[in-house]
């Protein structure tokens, strides 16, 4: 039986086989969250509907034979399982449509890859205790995260991108993203970042004043072209939520939204904004996020 379809009903049609073959990757906010005890639980951070991405810091110890340490500050106590009750959040995050991901290393922390096989090992452990593996010992309980954050701040550049690969041969569907310095190349993830595996780059524009914003965003849209001529996929403007979060860095609201994201906007590779940290955000994400 051969369907006849009018002449309205066809670009209709058109425009939905479009974008069923190319989707979108859309744009929006994406937070640490597990670094102060005073910013509220993970349920409620989620429950602002100002966030797509809340990113569980940190991981930071790894690597190297050492025994992984998660370090959620004064939110709970791993060490006891006193986490496990946060997988009750984490699944009401995601069924709010938010992505949920643990962020590894953080600015203190000992953590280190020193051979592929060291970063097989971590991903190993990575997916069994906080992926779609299984385990008895998974410190946020049994829910699956949606992927893994590098924030990786000390050390060498090497394996990190093994690291990332061997997540995503588990399964494709697990996210890996990276929060590099502005300073282009990224001084510790710039080889992982080559790779082009990396699904989103959320990159610190802040404490670095040679490219950050200073007075005017020349320097901040010098450096963000350079990210978005790299291999990263997406990428994100990185900024801290106060003048408290950060030595230097911090934009205005206003500021944002009337000079500094039409012009970044304008890059098909624009992913939205990154904030630091949800403790430092008394407003600042309301402010922004009908403009992101």
């Known amino acids: 039986m051969k369907t006849h379809y009018s002449s309205a009903i066809l670009p209709i049609l058109t425009l939905f086989v479009f974008l069923s073959i190319n989707p979108s990757h859309g744009s929006g906010i994406a937070v640490y969250w597990g670094q102060n005890g005073n910013e509220g639980t993970l349920s409620d951070t989620c429950a602002t509907g100002n966030y797509n991405y809340v990113l569980v810091s940190f991981l930071t110890t790894f690597g190297n034979g050492q025994t992984p340490v998660l370090n959620l500050a004064g939110h709970c106590d791993p060490s006891s399982n006193g986490c496990t009750g946060l997988s009750t959040d984490i699944t009401s995050c995601q069924n709010q449509g938010i992505k949920v991901l643990l962020s590894l290393g953080g ?62 041969n588990y399964s494709q569907s697990v996210l890996v993203s990276a929060a590099p310095q502005c300073p282009y190349p990224d001084a510790h993830l710039d080889l992982a970042i080559a790779t082009g595996i990396f699904d989103y780059v959320w990159v610190q524009f802040y404490n670095n004043e040679q490219c950050e914003y200073v007075n005017d965003d020349t320097n901040l849209l010098s450096a963000w072209n350079q990210w978005t001529s790299s291999q990263a996929n997406v990428v994100f403007l990185g900024l801290p939520a106060s003048t408290d979060a950060a030595s230097s860095g911090y934009i205005s609201p206003d500021v944002l939204i009337s000079q500094v994201l039409p012009s970044i906007k304008a890059s098909s590779k624009y992913g939205g904004v990154m904030l630091w940290s949800k403790y430092y955000d008394n407003g600042y994400s309301s402010a922004i996020k009908d403009s992101v």
């Not at 992926?131 to 309980?141: I, K, V």
């Not at 590098?150 to 550049?157: K, L, Q, R, V």
């Open 107 to 168: 600015a203190s922390g000992s953590y280190s890859l020193v051979s592929t096989d060291d970063a097989d090992q971590v991903a190993a452990y990575l997916w069994n205790n906080y992926l779609g593996g299984q385990s008895d010992s998974r410190p946020l309980g049994s829910a699956v995260l949606d992927g893994i954050d590098f924030d990786i701040e000390s050390g060498s550049d090497n394996y990190w991108g093994d690291l990332a690969s061997a997540l995503k």
